[in-house]
């Protein structure tokens, strides 16, 4: 059923953006923006868990307030879906204006669902000034969330790619692919695991797998159909009977998150861990959770990427303060900060060819950090598949291996 | 009188109100989406389609099934180690060092708790540090399922460790009121050992008293998330985690599903405790005869060590547990096997004043006033129901029970729109009258027994001398009361410190206290946060529990039979 609501609300989104009027406050007229924003309060729900990107965060609210006067607060969420189930509560109890998200960390599936029920305020974010540097044809994800088009209703503020990370002293040479992860597993039972589907990082090991297992990944980029699920997915299945019994607890049970995964490998329980964050190994070497030793690396033929974003709610009370912040995070002075290890090691969604010589050289005197991958290490990011099989590879996953016995 | 009784009349009716009121709110807006109908997802007419795609969910029937199994199976647990640790200590000087050290335990929060745990038992934790590398061997933490274990015993041994503080704390406030002394006196004076006397003559006049809290603890056991996310299975997960896994679904349509399992939720807890009822039954039966057979069980020297060892059993792990997340939250560089941090560090500390400080503050605010709200309602309801003849009724307690038995997830969906439709969200005001509808039913179940046993004749002799209804109630029955008053206030501290969701929910985000704090950063799962937000957490409801042990016992110094224990 779920399926069938998902694929109905997609085609009735394709329709909807066509329809959408141009938003109030009008993002084209900045100064009619800066204005209203001006001694506003933004209420911006992130995910909490991390306290540098909660420091990175409180810096950025520190300059919009310095200079454009408009007050940021940060609403720690422990799941990004605690912001949207407000929205919904909102919009079931007939709240339509002076709604209490002003802003959403946001990406994927999440985004998908609102932008299927009309829930966010838009299109703002091409308008704005700041989105002359965005890297459009460089980074194409900054414009499509899991093949879903933003249509500028979100803004993308950070880049995000699948990285692995290991201690280089026990792992010398580390499996550079899904096939040679498996061979290593078999040899090294007990000594690796990924977070349980549907966690977010746990699902983009399965499409990453899939997507290597899989003669043609391509066909991952359209919504699923019943008839080429089940022999695209046949592979990834066979796959993983022969790697769940050699899992960290023999698969009986799996980490809850990225955090918790690094918590495995700090513990030496596992020796391969992943993240979606590239600078994740080095900021915990920073922080002592992890010996200096550890490394990032990264599979043959690329790993999954996508692109962090702010979106606006339909309802909110202060758009224009949450569009003023929203532009401050694209801007190159944030971007740069942002890109810094020290600060965050998030990698930028600018284009460097578009940025003043000034502003470049923000960013080339970075220093990226020992276990920090550079972008060109890093290589192409594979792009995310339609959220469709997302969902129905979380729900086999559930089937076959998350409900034991 | 009539003039006061009058104006006292309408109290417990407005309590009732402000408590049943918005739960059942709650309660429509958790069983109508059940059956399809949430206007603002789409959902406009009534189908079972819900119900349909829950029993189609893989592993439903396991996840229930540990839902029951681990639910009741703590709560029994926990019921035996109290039972065992009273009748080994009670009367004796042990009972005041297992109170000092287990009431303090009742203020830690449930997710802290959990966390100290398993980080003691799993296989790279600090009982595994210690014996490692010698004697076992171990350089790398051995692949072994210590927690998440698919049987949930983990799960149920944290849940144990967590409520015999709780049903400990319930019965010793109680104790005085069930004439424990003087009946443990008489039945050692007829040779009876003293696990007998208690069993025989003291446990049948206190478990009428503590029956709510014991049902509070098996809905409790059975639907709490926390715990269960951190040391539950998770192939499959308990229901009460899966649905609320559907609820953060991106997909809201999973939302009719979440809101049918937590409706088959409810049922599961109504049936728990309606078997459990049962069992009282089957039990008082048996009991009886077995009372009446006379038997003195003067041997009873090995019940009474198990007894004690069960207190030490309860007590050790979780403030071990602590002290790792103390130690945690003091850490540099701490890796397997090193028993303690080869550097420690005041860096998480540091970084994490600011923000301690202020919602700390912001905690205490709300838990003051809605403790002093509460108070005053329940108190002026019991007052009013000694002054009009009326005891409470049964319709009227069962809805007491609703805060305590409907998933909170689930019902807080529906008290979230009320709240956003009565402009109440995100004000400090607000979330005060949400933590009142979770605070007024623990400070009202643990106060109603205690009350209703408080001997009749100190009042009548007190209006025999002349004193007016409000004197009697403000120098006779408070003053006796002073132990289970402050005893009630200082659990409702406690779960107004701890509650997450409504805090979240109905404070918009803009309220933020230590939980929600706490919280948001145990997601990241660092454990130098989660020792330091811990520690703070469990610090602020301590010093209420500290005050509600130490302020009877200091007036009453010179008041030998207003003691605890003799």
Known sequence: MNT??????????TTASAAMAQPVPDPTDWDGVLAEAGGQQVFFHAWGGDPRRNDYIAWAAEQVQDRYGVTVNHVKLSDTAEAVSRVVAEKGAGRDSGGSVDLIW???????????????????????PNW?????????????????????????????????????????????????????????????????????????????????????PSILQHPVSDADYDAVMEPLWTWLDTLTPNLWRSGRAYPANTSHLRQLLADGEIEIAFSFNQSEASAAIANGELPDTVRSWVLEGGTIGNANFVAIPYNASAAAGAMVFANFLMSPEAQAHAQDPAVLGNFTVLDMAALSPEDRALFDALDLGTATLTPDQLGDALPEPHPSWMERLSLDWTRRYGVGQ | MSATSSRLRWIPRLTLALLAGPVLAGVAGTVLPGLGWLPALGGHRLSLEPWRDLIATPGLLRSAALSISTGCGATLLAFATVLAILCACDGTRALGLVRRLLSPLLAVPHAAAAFGLAFLVSPSGWIARLISPWPTGWERPPD???????????????????????????????????????????????????????????????????????YAVLAFSMSNVEVAMILGPNTPATLAVRLTGWMRDPDLTNWFRAAAGATLQLALVLSAIGIWRLGEKLAARLGRSWIFAGG????????????????????????????????????????????????????????????????????????????????????????????????????????????????????????QIAGILLRLEGTLAGVTAAHLIFVLPYIYLSLVDPWASLDPRYATAAASLGASTNRIFWTVKLPLLLTPVLTAAAVGFAVSIGLYLPTLLIGGGRVSTLTTEAVALAAGGDRRLIGTWGLLQMLAPFVGFALALALPALTWRNRRGMQVHP
């Not at chain 2, 503080?165 to 009876?192: C, E, I, K, N, W």
């Not at chain 2, 939250?329 to 400080?357: E, H, I, K, V």
């Not at chain 2, 108070?375 to 007052?383: G, M, Q």
Request: net charge neutral.
């Open chain 1, 132 to 216: 002359q540097y965005v890297d459009v044809t460089g980074k194409p994800t900054v414009q499509t969330d899991f093949t879903v088009p933003t249509d500028g209703l979100e803004a993308p503020w950070g880049m995000a790619q699948v990285v692995f990370y290991s201690d280089a002293e026990r792992l010398p040479d580390p499996p550079a692919s899904i096939p040679a992860l498996g061979e290593w597993v078999t040899a090294n039972p007990g000594r690796f695991s990924y977070p349980q589907p549907p966690d977010f990082l746990g699902v983009t090991f399965l499409k990453q797998a899939v997507s290597a297992l899989i003669p043609d």
């Open chain 1, 106 to 128: 946001i990406n994927g599936a999440n985004f998908a669902s609102m932008k299927a029920q009309d829930l966010l305020f838009g299109p703002w974010a091409e308008q704005v």
């Open chain 1, 4 to 13: 069938i609501l998902t694929s109905a609300a997609l085609i009735c989104l």
């Open chain 2, 296 to 415: 003195r069980g003067r041997s009873d020297l090995p019940l009474r060590l198990i007894g004690f060892g069960l207190a030490g059993l309860a007590t050790v792990p979780i403030i071990t547990g602590l002290a790792g997340l103390a130690a945690w939250s003091l850490a540099g560089t701490w890796r397997f096997p090193d028993a303690l941090p080869t550097a420690w560090s005041l860096n998480t500390w540091m970084r994490a004043a600011p923000d301690l400080a202020a919602a700390f503050a912001e905690s205490l605010k709300i838990a003051a006033a809605s403790v002093a709200l509460a108070l005053a309602l329940v108190l002026a309801s019991l007052e009013s129901g000694d002054r009009n003849r009326e005891r409470a009724t049964g319709a009227a307690m069962h809805l007491l029970y609703l805060p305590l038995i409907v998933p909170q997830v689930a019902f807080l969906f529906g008290l």
């Open chain 2, 144 to 214: 072994l399922l210590t927690v998440n274990d698919p049987w949930g015993l983990a799960l149920t041994t944290g849940l144990v460790l967590k409520e015999v503080p709780f049903l400990l704390l319930m019965t010793l406030a109680a104790l005085p009121q069930a004439d424990a002394a003087r009946s443990r006196t008489v039945a050692l004076t007829l040779g009876y050992g003293r696990t007998a006397a208690w069993i025989k003559c003291i446990l049948p006049r206190v478990y009428p008293q503590i029956r709510l809290p014991l």
